[in-house]
């Protein structure tokens, strides 16, 4: 299969990294397009795909596309991919409300939640498959917990995740017409995404249909805005309208809850977990830090060249790096995943219902912020034709 890559930054080299390690499945990286000239020829001379002049142009030229644009722009490119035949994976937020800061969040919420049916009516419309690319999803330790769920039929009672760390490295991360919101859409989309398919996995393993959210509460800060905040230059604190900490708690259709943690003010490198609590097991999920290293490094600069973990401040004195990183968090899994489906015309684990029910627990839980936490209702996923 021919891949096409939709943008030229950050997003698009980790895909494209991820499918030179996609080896077996026969994808061949062909074509990259980006409306920045100079980002897109040098894009493509330094990985030796062609240059598409127009999206147009890369969806002749492919089999699948990945979305690593903006995220304003992924409705448009999965949109006219998929009614091109074309498959899609879509990059994380999986799409959103991308207004100025002070628009009334329920104005918010409704413009989401339509932006996700359209790319959901978009994919029932045609032939080919959406991937929603939340590698949480696949990351090892969620796919082992899934299985544990499947075969001893657990009922989940409560779940628990988090992903923190001390700030995003996007220049327009913090400006909320361009992220579409703040920690909450940049963090909580991936603990809370492993959790929305966990309660899918749990209802179809006990001979029903998925187990989907029912209602959302949430709180939303801006603590490095605070006027008593003091910089003390180990924080990312240049956001210009979104928060930068916050919390949501779902409720689901069978009465059962999760909460999800997401921050930019936690130090000492990216803290990725989830927790299940079951009626017949418990499992800690750790995405990162993981204990299978401990290194002490007395000296700076004797590790300058060694990639210990995101987002640590400093490798000097105990650390716990990551032996496989990309691994541990499931973005080899996600690709070849998402490729194997497209073969062979199997739905994937993590696509566009998914990327719906996540869009929509995340703006109904931006709406609930601004009424002080109150409980407020999900937008259902409408059933397929």
Not at 248 to 268: K, P
Not at 272 to 286: D, G, I, K, M, P
């Amino acid at each position: 299969m021919r891949a096409g890559i939709a943008g030229s930054g950050f997003a698009a080299e980790f895909h494209l990294a991820g499918l030179k390690g996609c080896t077996g499945l026969g994808v061949r990286p062909a074509a990259v397009y980006s409306p920045h000239a100079g980002r897109r020829e040098a894009f493509a001379a330094r990985h030796g795909l062609a240059a598409a002049a127009s999206l147009e142009e890369l969806l002749g030229q492919v089999d699948a596309v990945h979305v690593c644009a903006p995220p304003a722009t992924h409705e448009k490119i999965a949109c006219a991919a998929l009614a091109a035949g074309v498959h899609v994976i879509v990059e994380k937020p999986f799409t959103g409300c991308f207004a100025e800061a002070d628009t009334p969040r329920a104005e918010m919420e409704a413009a989401a939640v339509a932006s996700a049916r359209r790319m959901l009516a978009a994919e029932r419309a045609g032939s080919a498959t959406l991937g929603y690319a939340e590698n949480w999803v696949f990351a090892p330790a969620v796919q082992k917990e899934a299985e544990i769920v499947r075969k001893s039929r657990a009922q989940i009672l409560r779940m628990a995740g988090e992903e923190s760390h001390s700030g995003s490295h996007s220049p327009t991360y913090g400006i909320w017409r361009h992220s579409g919101g703040g920690s909450l859409v940049g963090k909580a989309c991936h603990p809370l995404t492993a959790i929305l398919f966990l309660k899918e996995e749990e209802g179809r393993a006990n001979g029903g249909a998925p187990i989907r959210p029912a209602t959302v509460s949430a709180r939303v800060h801006a603590l490095t805005r605070l006027p008593g905040y003091r910089d003390a230059g180990h924080l990312r604190a240049d956001y210009e309208d979104i928060e930068d900490c916050g919390s949501l708690h779902v409720t689901f259709a069978d009465g059962t809850v999760a909460d999800v943690f997401a921050s930019e003010i936690v130090l000492g490198g990216v803290y990725n977990w989830l927790e299940v609590f079951a009626n017949n097991h418990r499992t800690r999920c750790n995405l990162n830090p993981i204990d299978a290293l401990h290194t002490y490094n007395p000296v700076e600069e004797q590790l300058e060249d060694v990639y210990v973990v995101e987002k640590i401040g400093t490798k000097q004195g105990w650390s716990q790096p990551a032996p496989d990183e990309d691994w541990m968090h499931g973005y080899p899994q996600e690709l070849a995943h998402f490729y194997e489906c497209f073969a062979n015309g199997n739905a994937p684990q993590c696509g566009a219902e998914l990327g719906f029910v996540t869009t929509a627990v995340l703006y109904a839980a931006y709406r609930s912020a601004e009424q002080g936490g109150a409980e407020v209702p999900v937008a259902e996923l409408a059933p397929a034709p």
